[in-house]
């Protein structure tokens, strides 16, 4: 029996159909044309650097900023990078580094072991000690390029030797309006902000009132005050306190460089000192701060001196020294400083770099005296105890031409509670490490970052993966006011580390400081490869960071 509804379902079926085609080519017609890359990350799991979760998507970078970030599956790019299994992070950026000397006049500026740890952007001009012309240093790393991207502070003992050379007095009304005229042209110039070294010289001979003038002059561009204190040890509460009233009067933020607690007396106070940080974040004071993940420091050899004795400068130290009276008065008191420190010993200083002995490199004080006989040919026979005899072979070193030291003189407890604190960033407090250097320097030049996403996040859990990131990117780039970097979003650069957070490590040691990182697969910065698999690709895209203008 034929279907008297047939012809009723034919219709509608044709009209669906046709329904169907239109849609279709309304679809097709209105489709985004297919975007061109000119590269594209894709398979990666991202972590954006604001703390949020990883999730999966792709990114496209074109023109040395991140273009888009979605499935992209429609869009093309000549070159792919297969992030499968890996992290997509925002490019690491050490807050605290010291490259001053290794700044080419002439040429690229190389960092292996920076780029090799998945830093992207270093801040220079720590601890007080800068370049003197920011401008020129900006011009050559623009002229030249260089693998990273590069900022500074002005470094106030650079900035007072300029004017007052080695004196270790107050500088007159004269000297300090020079001082804050040099500040002024570095800000003008595009520095972050001041940075001091107040247990250096000849900072710790500065007054408040001196830091308190030039913090003022910084405040006027939106400058950051950046801080080694003038005490990480016994006096660090009032050192803290220091820092936090320059902080107010100058109505600023602040910084404190590589914050610890130096002295086995006071070991296990962490929380007692970060009370006092929070307590100033409370009143208004914005206060950061920054660490390594390692319990031993790095500084000279005068950092074991009392302070009297640095009264007139080094030079005029190694002449006090050749004085039997004066050198016996100075060995007492770094005796008996260092055992109101809790020391029983000095085999918590080893050298790192000996500038007139290699042989050296890499012994502790007390071995320099067991091992070499024409060190202890040099000890005084006044000298009747173990700890006497160790504190005159640091005056010899010193009289010699001194060394810089790694000092073993944290603790566990103390370092993973600065970690975990909100405003905690790392910084490697490194130079650059080349493969050709000698001694035996700290192992954070190349393994600040990976330690921390491998010890401390995947093999202990002191921080979440997200948490450890965004204290590595978003943190330090909205505290010193670098724009448009430090997350994973669309405008902002691309710069990018793809990592296994599997496999990523630090292999460096005490004894083998120069050996790579492990797990890091590709570094970009400004969307250019500047590593891939192990190797540099010879590219330097990296430029100057100046600070951005002060927003009202």
Same mark, same amino acid.
């Given at each position: 029996?034929?279907n008297?509804?047939?012809?009723?379902?034919?219709?509608l079926?044709?009209?669906?159909?046709?329904?169907?085609?239109?849609?279709?080519?309304?679809?097709?017609?209105?489709?985004?044309t297919?975007?061109?890359?000119?590269?594209m990350?894709?398979?990666g799991?991202?972590?954006?650097?604001?703390?949020?979760?990883?999730?999966?998507?792709?990114?496209?970078?074109?023109?040395?900023?991140i273009?888009?970030?979605?499935?992209?599956?429609?869009?093309?790019?000549?070159v792919?990078?297969?992030?499968?299994?890996?992290?997509?992070?925002?490019?690491?950026?050490?807050?605290?580094?010291?490259?001053?000397?290794?700044?080419?006049?002439?040429?690229p500026?190389?960092?292996?072991?920076?780029?090799?740890?998945?830093?992207?952007?270093?801040?220079t001009?720590?601890?007080g000690s800068?370049?003197?012309?920011?401008?020129?240093?900006?011009?050559?790393?623009?002229?030249?390029?260089?693998?990273?991207?590069?900022?500074?502070l002005?470094?106030?003992n650079?900035?007072?030797?300029?004017?007052?050379r080695?004196a270790?007095?107050?500088?007159?009304?004269?000297?300090?309006?020079?001082?804050e005229?040099?500040?002024?042209?570095?800000?003008?110039d595009?520095?972050?902000?001041?940075?001091?070294g107040?247990?250096?010289?000849?900072?710790?001979?500065?007054?408040?009132?001196?830091?308190n003038?030039?913090?003022?002059?910084?405040?006027q561009?939106?400058g950051?005050y950046?801080?080694?204190?003038?005490?990480?040890g016994?006096?660090?509460?009032?050192?803290?306190?220091?820092?936090?009233e320059?902080?107010r009067?100058?109505?600023?933020?602040?910084?404190?460089?590589?914050?610890?607690?130096?002295?086995?007396?006071?070991?296990?106070?962490a929380?007692?000192?970060?009370?006092?940080?929070?307590?100033?974040?409370?009143?208004g004071?914005?206060?950061?701060l920054?660490?390594?993940?390692y319990?031993?420091?790095?500084?000279?050899?005068?950092l074991?001196?009392?302070?009297?004795?640095?009264?007139?400068?080094?030079?005029?130290?190694?002449?006090?020294?050749r004085?039997?009276?004066?050198?016996?008065?100075?060995?007492?008191?770094m005796?008996?400083? !260092?055992?109101?420190?809790?020391?029983?010993?000095?085999?918590f200083?080893?050298?790192?770099f000996?500038?007139?002995?290699?042989?050296?490199?890499?012994?502790?004080?007390?071995?320099v005296?067991?091992?070499?006989?024409?060190w202890q040919?040099?000890?005084?026979?006044?000298?009747?105890s173990?700890m006497?005899?160790?504190?005159?072979?640091?005056l010899?070193?010193?009289?010699?031409?001194?060394?810089?030291?790694?000092?073993e003189?944290?603790?566990?407890?103390?370092?993973?509670?600065?970690?975990?604190h909100?405003?905690?960033?790392?910084?490697s407090? !490194?130079?650059?490490?080349?493969?050709?250097?000698?001694?035996?320097?700290?192992?954070?030049?190349?393994?600040?970052?990976?330690?921390?996403l491998?010890?401390?996040?995947r093999?202990?859990g002191?921080l979440?993966?997200e948490?450890a990131?965004?204290?590595m990117?978003?943190?330090?780039?909205?505290?010193f006011?670098?724009?448009?970097?430090?997350?994973?979003?669309?405008?902002?650069?691309?710069d990018?580390v793809?990592?296994?957070e599997?496999?990523?490590?630090?292999?460096?040691?005490?004894d083998?400081p120069?050996?790579?990182p492990?797990?890091?697969?590709f570094v970009?910065?400004?969307?250019?490869?500047?590593?891939?698999?192990g190797?540099?690709?010879?590219?330097?895209?990296?430029?100057?960071i100046?600070r951005?203008?002060?927003?009202?």
């Open positions: 029996m034929r008297r509804h047939l012809p009723f379902i034919l219709v079926s044709l009209i669906c159909f046709l329904i169907g085609l239109l849609c279709l080519l309304w679809w097709r017609i209105n489709l985004p297919p975007q061109v890359f000119d590269l990350i894709v398979n799991r991202i972590v954006d650097g604001t703390g949020r979760p990883p999730f999966e998507a792709n990114i496209g970078i074109k023109d040395g900023k273009a888009a970030i979605g499935s992209l599956h429609r869009d093309r790019a000549p792919i990078i297969d992030a499968q299994g890996c992290i997509v992070a925002p490019g690491f950026i050490d807050v605290h580094t010291h490259v001053e000397a290794n700044l080419p006049k002439k040429g500026f190389r960092a292996p072991n920076f780029i090799r740890q998945g830093v992207t952007t270093i801040i001009g720590n601890c800068s370049v003197k012309d920011v401008r020129q240093m900006f011009h050559t790393l623009e002229r030249y390029g260089s693998q990273i991207n590069v900022a500074t002005i470094g106030h650079t900035v007072r030797r300029k004017v007052m080695d270790t007095r107050e500088p007159t009304l004269a000297e300090l309006r020079k001082m005229a040099i500040v002024r042209e570095g800000m003008e595009g520095a972050l902000g001041l940075s001091t107040l247990e250096y010289l000849p900072g710790m001979f500065a007054p408040i009132w001196e830091i003038a030039l913090a003022k002059i910084v405040e561009y939106g950051l950046v801080t080694h204190l003038r005490d990480e016994l006096k660090g509460i009032e050192a803290i306190k220091e820092a936090l320059i902080g009067q100058a109505k600023m933020a602040i910084h404190l460089s590589h914050f610890k607690i130096a002295v086995p007396k006071l070991w296990g106070t929380s007692q000192r970060l009370k006092l940080i929070d307590e100033a974040r409370r009143n004071i914005q206060v950061t920054d660490c390594y993940p319990t031993s420091s790095s500084s000279g050899l005068t074991l001196l009392p302070k009297q004795a640095l009264e007139r400068g080094e030079r005029q130290l190694r002449a006090w020294l004085d039997k009276v004066f050198r016996q008065r100075i060995r007492e008191a005796i008996r400083e !260092s055992r109101e420190k809790g020391w029983t010993n000095f085999a200083a080893r050298i790192a000996c500038w007139f002995d290699s042989s050296l490199n890499g012994q502790n004080i007390p071995n005296a067991q091992l070499n006989h024409k040919q040099q000890i005084p026979a006044d000298t009747v173990e006497e005899r160790e504190a005159e072979i640091i010899e070193i010193l009289e010699k031409g001194g060394a810089q030291m790694i000092y003189n944290m603790c566990e407890d103390d370092l993973i509670t600065i970690m975990q909100e405003e905690t960033m790392f910084g407090d !490194s130079s650059v490490r080349y493969e050709d250097m000698k001694g035996k320097p700290h192992p954070r030049g190349y393994g600040t970052f990976p330690r921390v491998s010890h401390y996040v093999e202990r002191v979440t993966l948490e990131i965004r204290k990117t978003s943190l330090p780039a909205k505290t006011q670098i724009e448009k970097r430090g997350e994973i979003k669309v405008g902002y650069f691309a990018l793809i990592f296994d599997r496999e990523i490590r630090d292999t460096a040691t005490y083998d120069l050996s790579p492990l797990g890091i697969y970009l910065v400004n969307g250019k490869i500047v590593y891939q698999n190797r540099e690709t010879g590219t330097y895209p990296g430029t100057p100046r951005a203008p002060k927003h009202h």
